[in-house]
Nanobody, 124 residues
Framework: HVQLVESGGGSVQAGGSLRLSCAFS????????MGWFRQAPGKEREGVAC????????YYRDFVKDRFTISQDKAAATVFLQMNNLKPEESGTYYC??????????????????WGQGTQVTVS
């Protein structure tokens, strides 16, 4: 039974930083794609970053490049999203997701098999 549990959301002022965590359990996390998505009220879910857990490849959407960093602690089966210089329009629920390796680099939420419950990020 695969479980993804996010944490680290909260409220920050514009320009501030947050670090999200996603703990992965119950599956073979050694070679999967782990992605971070976000969804604002009334908007579609959009991908922001993903990482291939079997190596070091990372992928970012253009609108978060140079501000967000995705990383992993393989021993702890945890993926992180460091978010710097946050903007108010980036408020929403942030989800982590796990999918097959080929999901990395594409931003189709339907490619991911497992999702966490989400963590709220509010930027004012």
């Amino acid at each position: 039974h695969v479980q993804l549990v996010e944490s680290g959301g909260g409220s920050v002022q514009a320009g501030g930083s947050l670090r999200l965590s996603c703990a992965f359990s119950g599956g073979r996390g050694s070679r999967v794609c782990m992605g971070w998505f976000r969804q604002a009220p009334g908007k579609e879910r959009e991908g922001v970053a993903c990482i291939f857990t079997g190596g070091s490849a990372t992928y970012y959407r253009d609108f978060v490049k140079d501000r967000f960093t995705i990383s992993q602690d393989k021993a702890a089966a945890t993926v992180f999203l460091q978010m710097n210089n946050l903007k108010p329009e980036e408020s929403g629920t942030y989800y982590c997701a796990a999918g097959p390796t080929w999901a990395c680099g594409g931003w189709n939420a339907g490619s991911y098999n497992y999702w966490g419950q989400g963590t709220q990020v509010t930027v004012s």
